[in-house]
């Protein structure tokens, strides 16, 4: 019996099981839940979306700790196809309250109730996840994994372009057939970016040595943009 003086209390809420009854026979609640229950957390206000930035992919859709955000192919409009495992390797932007958008289009970030009961930050529509394999902010680590997922601009528009060509999409889009090849005279081509090298006796209609040249060491100085992401990729071979 621990019960030692009037009024002892001690046995409430023993196992669960034992209770106080009030002079109407009532029982009373547990004390120490009633406590906790006032000193419950309060609901904090909706997550924080930002911009991040780097070289390769220029502005991009960041949280609240510029940890970067991606959108799913396999996801509709408010609406999650990423469960289970898919979910561990990336973690849905859930919310306790409306999302802000300190940068990007205000009216573009929203939330929905997942098949789970989470409610997830969704932006243009589309529901927005961490990736696991992201450690600092600004880590696009997930960019293209398995042609699925993406970065998203702050209109809400998937990054899609491989990371290690997109610093050559200007050119691309400039005729860049045009660009690096210029022929002169029969039997010579000349690379348009070659410092005008004339290539004697190449044959005509074929890229001068030196277009090759200068295009694989550019390629070479990038490698770093997706070497981290074909790592990531690796890692994750076997699951979205």
């Known amino acids: 019996m621990s019960d030692k003086a009037a009024g002892d209390t001690n046995g409430q ?5 034992w209770y106080v ?3 109407t026979g009532k029982q009373v609640g547990n004390p120490a839940a009633a406590a906790a229950a006032t000193v419950a957390p309060a609901v904090s206000a909706g997550v924080m979306l930002n911009a991040g930035q780097n070289a390769a992919l220029g502005s991009f859709l960041v949280d609240s700790k510029g940890m970067t955000l991606y959108v799913f192919s396999n ?8 469960s289970g495992s898919c979910a561990t390797n990336w973690p849905p932007l859930l ?8 940068q990007g289009k205000r009216g573009l970030a929203c939330t929905f109730t997942r098949f789970d009961g989470g409610i997830q930050v969704t932006y243009n529509g589309m529901p927005v996840y961490n990736f696991a394999n992201d450690k600092a902010a600004g ?3 997930g960019q293209g994994v398995k042609n699925l997922w993406h970065v998203i ?11 290690l060509l997109r610093p050559l999409q200007p050119l691309l889009q400039i005729h860049i057939i045009q660009l690096l090849f210029r022929a002169e005279a029969p039997g010579k081509y000349r690379s348009g970016l070659t410092n005008g090298i004339d290539h004697h006796n190449a044959p005509a209609g ?5 277009h090759f040249i200068f295009f ?16 990531a990729h690796a890692q994750i071979a076997d699951s979205y």
């Open 13 to 17: 809420g023993t196992k669960n099981v």
């Open 21 to 23: 009854i009030d002079p």
């Open 75 to 82: 996801d509709t409009a408010n609406t999650s196809n990423c």
């Open 95 to 102: 919310t306790n309250g409306a999302p802000v958008a300190k």
């Open 139 to 141: 880590d696009t680590n």
């Open 153 to 163: 601009d702050l209109t809400g528009k998937p990054l899609s372009a491989p990371r």
């Open 206 to 210: 074929l890229p001068g040595r030196g």
């Open 216 to 231: 694989f060491s550019y390629l070479w100085k990038n490698r770093n943009l997706s070497m981290s992401s074909k790592a």
